[in-house]
């Protein structure tokens, strides 16, 4: 007889779910058995993602360094939690999913972290902090999970951000870090296209979560940025998560090297105190 899994391992509600068993036809739909890793999944926009997946059929392996999160969310949308340091247990997080789920037909990079600061005060530690997560772990995971998606023609999504390639007084290394992983999206699509795996970026700019919530609780930050957005709101972890859905399907088969930004328009706005374009 089997030993049970280990908690951080077991499907949302049954192994039978993940195995596709008994699973609503809708929620087979198209897609089958594709399974899709999605780490930094147990709270914001990586459970936004995660949702988004879950509810167009892809059977989702929940990574989060939170092993409660990490189940509550594969619980919810019921899929498998796979619990992990997504830049120390990389091999083992793409084992087991693999282990559990049979096969792997997508990767979210989607962990990260953000550490503040002026540039003059940053130790060497912290910068190996934020760059170790929000680079190297999706270079790793990107890495051991290559074999397996160039056997179901997978597709690779690293979340990134509009600050890889705007500058903003205050937040460190964490502009340079995406800027990092968004060259390395682009070198992957490159390297890996002949061997039929996509790879994709998508770049959200202010997106509303609980965390981020809680720190700005008393301020009326939200609605500044929202006044300035030309769409006139704040994104939110289910915006970014459609679009996420979207590269990962055969409607993106031909689509590959690409930065989607996913900012209600923030981009497109003057920087300010910038001339007007001469006439023609």
Known sequence: MCAPLPRSLRCGRTIAKCEGVGMEPARQGLLLDRVVLVTGAGSGVGHGIAAALASRGWKVAV??????L??????????????????????????????????????????GKLRGGGLEALRHDEVADVMNLNFEAALKLMQHCLPHLEVTKGA????????AGASQAGTGVFGASKAALASITRQAALEWGPRGVRVNAVAPGFVRTARGEATSAGTDIWEQRRAVVPLRRIGTPADVGAVVAFLLSDDAGYVSGQAVVVDGGLAAVPVPGSPPADPE
Do not use: P
Request: hydrophobic residues 50%; aromatic residues 2%.
């Open 156 to 163: 690779v999504v690293n979340i990134t951000s509009l600050a």
């Open 63 to 68: 990574n989060d360094v939170d092993a409660d």
């Open 70 to 111: 990490a189940h509550e969310v594969a619980a919810e949308v019921d899929g498998v939690a796979v619990a992990g340091d997504a830049y120390t247990d990389a091999a083992t997080i793409v084992e087991r999913c693999v282990e559990v789920c049979g096969r792997l037909d997508g990767l979210v990079n989607n962990a």
